[in-house]
């Protein structure tokens, strides 16, 4: 994985927290993640498919705001701040079967107190299965 430098502790002890949690779960792989760009994959596969054997819309939801949330907390000082998901909205342009598919997520606006991230989701073939964009809280913690 790739990281942007003075981000390293701060990607280690997420990573370390998020084998039991949903995206762990989802098979979610980051690759790149820094204050500007954050990338994931996600196997398609019995974990993210919905019953009729395609990925499931919610599954492409999780990743998107897995990468928005994860590039917003890369953004405040997290001793201070916490960031929480207000709203996400997803179009599913594309049906994936089994494969991978790459998110990547990048910031149309990083204010004091929101954050709002597009995000779009690709197959392998680098042909658009789902765009997404997800406004996030920058909450001050108590």
């Known amino acids: 994985m790739e990281i942007e430098p003075g981000l390293e502790s701060k990607v280690n002890a997420l990573a370390e927290k ?32 919905q019953p009729f054997g395609l990925l499931h819309g919610g599954a492409s939801v999780a990743l998107a705001e897995t990468l928005a949330s994860t590039g917003a907390w890369l953004n405040v000082d997290e001793s201070k701040y916490a960031v929480v998901g207000l709203e996400i909205n997803a179009n599913h342009i594309r049906a994936v079967r089994k494969g991978m598919v790459t998110g990547t997520g990048i910031p149309l606006h990083k204010g004091r107190s929101t954050q709002v991230w597009e995000i779009k989701i690709t197959d392998e073939e680098n042909k658009l299965v789902c765009i997404s964009r997800c406004t996030l809280a920058v909450v001050p913690l108590k």
């Open 18 to 49: 998020s084998v039991v949690t949903l995206f762990g779960q989802l098979g979610i792989k980051f690759i790149y993640m820094s204050k500007d760009k954050t990338v994931a994959t996600m196997p398609v596969d019995k974990r993210t498919h």
